[in-house]
RNA sequence: UCCCGGGUAGCUCAGCUGGCAGAGCAGGUGGCUGUUAACCACCCUGUCGGGGGUUCGAGUCCCUCCCCGGGAGCCA
């Protein structure tokens, strides 16, 4: 018999429905005459519940069916005398694959902390709250693709090897072919990587964008998808060291356009999760009640708030809230700055443009008082920066001058610099931490519980 | 990296001014004909994070290192 899957018996069966069933014990309840066995195989966040009558041949596999083993079960559908299910197997047969000993398998008929979880991350994903959270990650990725293929965007792949911090955007990790037993020296006695594989120092990447920005200069609308790479010694609730990252680059657009696209990519991201991910979310608002359904309805809908640096940094000069940093025009928002507009302020998302161009990268583009760059920051309730991106600047003098007074070596920078030599043009971009965004939608705390594999300093386990 | 708070049974934690290491849950055994993290009874569980020191005596006090969490910085 055919095996179906636990979503598809509960949506799709029918009572008298023969079935054949596999997936991992949750819980078995044990009666002299019967048994009740909970299953989950994955492909819900709902368990099944077979009856093992004491009839049953199956009856005598019992003692192998604890939490966490694997089997199948055949049986014929009935709808439950039992509240809590509507339809329930009664159980005619068990193969039980692989046994899981009470005694030692760690994930117990019990509640268990996060931080626990995070110890046995090759287990965690049976679990109730990872279920949800890495499926509605899954349905947050494909949402991310939906969104700008039906826009017309090419999705492009920019490399994970890189030649150079061009951006500045933190600390590297460095790539080498080089044997660490014997490093080749140069005369200053620094490692020479001439001798490397590749002839120069490499890195693996930490954004995308400057290789969008020509994809986008010759394909128009493109977004790369893929991991990024942070050595920052952070060791924060919102911090990886290998994230996911989605940087759309759009060529003719500008700021404006720019925060429309953001704002439209994450009510859809919003919207879809509400679609497809009910069940996993319902169940995360219940168990942790850090998010709501009624929040991403309302975060799906209404418009959201736009504020210019200058008028925010006015808006909290004007606050009541005692700050821990200083305010003051020209130096950068602190999260707690950032929370203050977000919960207080305005109760929901909110974009902040132009900041002083001192604070801002190198790319972006000066705006005509010649002291702020059109860059944008979307910040969101609780996570803070969700989205930064700008305009960048297309003019070739310009963008020079910003590099020197950045101290951005040029060198390796000419093919960037080709692009505003040979048909340049406006054009805009973001970048949105793919994990910052599941963070937000699921409600998890900790970045770490948003990705199956964290990597973050000295956390490299799975 | 900095500032706080932690590390005691498989898990979550209590353990006061130093004096025989505890509870709940999980697990085991038995009972129970419709359970929902089932219920009832009984039973088992320890390198008190590692090392050093003070003391007649350290889970408890001191030093040091490691690890975890929260916050900050950096950022997405």
Redesign the pocket.
Known sequence: MERLMIKNILYGGSPGQKVSVCGWV?????????A?I?LNDGSTQE?L?L?V??ASPAFREL?QC??GAAIRAEGVL?E??????KL?V?VSGIEVFGGA??????L?????????L??IGHLRSRTNTFGAVFRLRNILAAAVHEFFQDRGFVWVHTPIITAGDC?????LFTVTGLDFGKLPRNNGGNVDFSQDFFGKRTFLT??GQLEAEFLAMSLGNVYTFGP?F?A??????????E?W?VEPEMAFADLKDDMSLAEDFLKFLCRRALERGEHELSFLEAQYKRTSLDELRTLSEAPFSRITYTAAVAELEKAKEKF??PVEWGL?L??????YLTDTVFRGPVIVTDYPKE?K?FYMKLNPDEKTVAAM??LAPKI?????GSQREERLDVLEARMRQAGVPGEGLQWYLDLRRFGSAPHAG???????LVQYITGM????DVIPCPR????IGF
């Open positions: 949750r819980t078995k309840r044990e009666s002299k005459g019967f009740f909970a368990l519940q009856v009558p004491g003692p604890n939490t009935k439950s005398p039992g509240k809590g299910q329930e009664e000993d009470p005694a030692a398998y760690p117990q008929k019990k509640g268990h902390t996060l931080e626990f995070r110890e951006e500045g955007a933190g600390e930490v954004s990024t942070r920052e010694n952070s060791n924060t609730s919102r911090h990886l060291s994230f990252m821990d940093f950068d602190q999260s707690e700055h950032e929370r604070i990268a920051d979307v803070g920066e969700i989205i930064g973001f970048g949105l931490g793919f994990e910052r705390a900790n970045i770490r973050a300093p000295q956390t």
